[in-house]
């Protein structure tokens, strides 16, 4: 049975103290986390700061892309990298969506250009050979422009000249596009100094215009003077002064180029700056033809035929070429009994000091003081002519020339342009001169030339009966005689022949007489030698 509870004195129960509650304190084991709560916040941060711009670029096809692979490239640096490729909303190409370092922030401009570098060949040139071991890249040409851009149009092919190399681009006029084409070279005598850019047809389908580039320090060679040229495969020229070829390299004949120079005479002025357009001529001989700025139109008419000569054939006055032919064409002579061919030429006054119409000491002339010197001119004898200025080729040219001898003619001004009056060509001359020795031939006495040539004909022939008998004369008597000398001579021979003979009398005689004489000069050496040395033996004998 439980215990009663022993009742306790008041006093002995204990009081209860209050004790205040602690305030939170640091402990060391939070240390950990907030330090990498601090350094995530911070590397956070520092990439949200470092991080660069992102782009998008649209190309016609992701050939050679890879998203997360594929970099971007500024002179084989890497600056950026494709991080995702969709399809555009048209479906007409690929949106590449490219992560850029922070540096590159200047570069995205709206003249910066992008392209995927891949193997290629064109313009005579072989690049991107790099990426069949190191994959496709995307180039970029930094533009100069300030306006900010963040979507682009990327290049099918690389850009010809980048924006780094130094030069100047020039536009050219052309009428057709011709052999050229994109990175076709250009040249300047004969050193490739730039590249063809592009080429576009004109809006109104009646030419082509080409952008070139020419780089450093040879675009200071380009000016107002500076005439352009298609230099494309080889330039075959044939006209009155002959045959002639051109060509600028083996490169040229294959892709094509461009060629430029300088007037020869022409004042050096300041290079031309930059896209100043120019025209492309077809050939050099038409690109450095002189540009006249005066011209005039005279006509000439002539009665003979006109095969040879062409449309931009040469006028020239004693070896200078003072003009060209324009045009060609027939009509009926005056009295519609034949028909003659006008020939329009165009005289350049500047080309020669006698026909400007400024006088050498400045004064103008007026238009009653130029016409006044023609018909001077004209007066003494200066007249049109047709000529053949290659024998080889058969092209002709138009010749103005002098000619004392012709008949008085006078410059029709009435005409409009002014009539010079002609002369036949060279092949008339030919035949008058050939009819005149004609003429000259049957005023020859034949029948007189023939009696005198038959009478000495028969003297002649007396002559030669004559010479004849006294042939047979000398053979007659002469051969006889001869014939006898020859036998006698003969004898003489064969005689002096067996005397001489080594088996002959004479020939023993002969070396015995030799023996004796030999042992007649040995005894006389011995007889001088024994007086040599005994001298007394003269008195008292031997």
């Known amino acids: 049975m439980d215990k009663l509870p022993v009742e306790m004195n008041p006093d002995d129960v204990p009081e209860a103290q209050v004790v205040r509650k602690r305030g939170w304190s640091f402990q060391v084991v939070w240390l950990v986390p907030i330090v990498a709560a601090l350094i995530g916040g911070w590397l956070v941060v520092k990439g949200i700061m470092e991080k660069g711009p992102t782009i998008t670029i649209t190309f016609k096809t992701a050939e050679g892309l890879e998203a997360g692979k594929t970099k971007v490239k500024y002179k084989n640096v890497d600056i950026g990298e494709v991080k995702q490729i969709s399809l555009a909303e048209d479906l007409q190409g690929v949106v590449a969506t490219v992560e850029l370092v922070k540096e590159a922030e200047s570069y995205l401009v709206e003249d910066t250009n992008f392209w995927v570098v891949r193997p290629r060949v064109a313009g005579g040139q072989v690049t991107g050979l790099g990426t069949l071991f190191s994959g496709s890249y995307i180039g970029i040409d930094i533009g100069k422009s300030e306006t900010k851009e963040r979507d682009f149009l990327g290049l099918e092919v690389a850009p010809i000249v980048t924006g780094d190399v130094p030069g100047h681009q020039f536009m050219l006029h052309a009428e057709t596009l011709g052999s050229l084409q994109i990175g076709s070279p250009v040249y300047y005598r004969q050193e490739e100094v730039g590249s063809v850019l592009a080429h576009d047809l004109n809006k109104d389908g009646k030419g082509v215009t080409f952008r070139i580039f020419v780089k450093t320090p040879f675009d200071q060679y380009v000016n107002a003077n500076t005439r352009f040229w298609n230099a494309s495969g080889i330039d075959v020229s044939l006209d009155a ?8 390299s083996l490169a040229s004949i294959l892709i094509g180029g461009v060629a430029f120079e300088t007037l020869a005479g022409s004042a050096p002025g300041a290079p ?8 492309l001529a077809k050939t050099r001989s038409e690109a450095m033809k002189r540009q006249d700025t005066l011209s005039l139109p005279f006509v000439l008419y002539f009665t003979t035929s006109l095969r040879g000569l062409s449309v931009g054939a040469p006028v020239d006055f004693r070896g200078i070429t003072i003009g060209e032919v324009m045009a060609m064409n027939v009509e009926a002579n ?44 004209v007066a003494r004898g200066l007249r049109g002519q047709l000529r053949t200025g290659n024998l080889l080729t058969g092209q002709a040219l138009v010749v103005l ?33 050939l009819s005149g020795i004609m003429k000259k031939i049957e005023k020859v006495p034949w029948e007189d030339i023939g009696t005198d040539v038959r009478r000495v004909l028969v003297t002649v022939n007396r002559t030669l009966n004559r010479a004849d008998q006294f042939v047979k004369h000398l053979d007659a008597e002469l051969t006889p005689a001869a014939k006898s000398a020859l036998a006698e001579a003969r004898k003489t021979l064969k005689s002096a022949e067996r005397t001489l003979a080594s088996n002959s009398p004479m020939q023993y005689e002969m070396q015995d007489t030799l023996r004796e004489l030999n042992r007649a000069s040995r005894s006389l050496r011995l007889l001088t030698e024994a007086l040599e040395r005994n001298p007394e033996a003269l008195i008292r004998g031997k």
């Open 241 to 248: 002064s002959g045959v002639r070829v051109d060509t600028q």
């Open 272 to 279: 031309a700056e930059e896209n100043q357009k120019f025209f």
């Open 401 to 433: 020339e002098f000619f004392p001898d012709a008949s008085p003619a006078h410059m029709d001004w009435t005409n409009d342009p002014p009539v010079i009056p002609t002369v036949g060509g060279e092949l008339q001359e030919l035949e008058a001169t």
């Open 334 to 377: 005056e009295t519609q009994t034949g028909f003659r061919f006008p020939v329009s030429i165009v005289i350049y006054p500047g080309r020669l000091l006698s026909m400007m119409k400024s006088r050498p000491d400045g004064v103008e002339m007026d238009e009653d003081s130029r016409r006044a010197r023609w018909d001077r001119m």
